[in-house]
């Protein structure tokens, strides 16, 4: 027994090390003084950051992507919040079929859910904008908002909320007072979630973006085509940098106030 879970956690490590270490030699390279990527190092150097920074076109793809991410989660966050309500505090014809829809976009895989979008909407003869590119965000990250919502309100008891409505508070009241505190950690989650999706994702946004918006994904696959620029590695760190950063912290948040509440 003892050998099969040595041989288990080294088959883990070795995997979880072939699947990183790409990302730890392109993060390391980016601190490199030469402009050619190679080992051994000629020096550590920022130079290639400050490139980054004096760049107009990536700099304009980051302000697109932070755009997008912050609309794609607000919007998200608040479409999957009131979802999520409707699916664990109410019953309704169709309540599956609307549940089995709303997480349908994760079982379909993106570059047909992405093909699917545009061919219809090119049916309806709707132009690539950026509200479709935003609207395909959403649709692509609305589940995971729904499914982090509601399972924190399924162990909230309703119990709380039907004392607050008894005691004469509306329903609008109870929610911003009784409800939204409670499952507030898994609306922060939900919301960084989809943020960090939309931060991400590139094989949605070529299919919908429309000519002359970059993202910063589809600038590092649009910068790969002509040659293998030190910013690339520079770029590279700075999305792992935030992708990471951001649930970590999401997480942290959501102990914190989870803790709190326990406290109170």
């Known amino acids: 027994m003892g050998f099969g879970w040595s041989m288990i956690r080294l088959g883990t490590i070795l995997v979880y090390g072939f699947m990183f ?52 989660s607000i919007i998200s966050t608040t479409l999957g919040v009131l979802a999520a309500l409707a699916m664990v505090r109410h019953d309704f014809p169709g309540k599956r079929l609307v549940s089995t829809a709303l997480v ?13 979008l545009l061919l219809f909407l090119q049916f309806l003869e709707v132009p690539k904008s950026f509200p479709m590119l935003l609207a395909g965000h959403v649709i692509f990250t609305l589940p995971f908002v729904v499914l982090v919502v509601q399972a924190r309100l399924v162990g909230i008891r309703k119990e709380y909320e039907d004392a607050a409505m008894s005691l004469g508070a509306s329903p609008i009241q109870t929610f911003f007072q009784i409800t939204l505190p409670l499952m507030l950690p898994a609306v922060l989650a939900g919301m960084l979630f989809s943020f960090t999706i939309s931060f991400d994702d590139i094989t949605g946004t070529l299919f919908w973006k429309p000519g002359g918006v970059e993202t910063v994904p589809t600038q590092i696959f649009s910068m790969l085509r ?15 940098l935030i992708t990471v950063a951001l649930p970590l912290t999401g997480a942290a948040l959501a102990r914190r106030l989870a803790s709190r509440m326990r406290g109170n």
């Open 21 to 72: 270490a790409p990302v730890a030699v392109v993060m390391l390279l980016s601190f490199n003084a030469s402009q050619f990527g190679s080992f051994p190092m000629e020096g550590l150097s920022f130079r290639w950051f400050v490139a980054l920074w004096e760049n107009d076109a990536i700099i304009r793809a980051f302000r697109t992507s932070l755009i997008l991410g912050v609309l794609t």
């Open 104 to 116: 349908a976009p994760i079982l379909v895989p993106e570059v047909v859910l992405a093909v699917a």
């Open 226 to 240: 002509n040659s293998i620029s030190p910013e690339i590695n520079a770029l590279g760190t700075v999305m792992v």
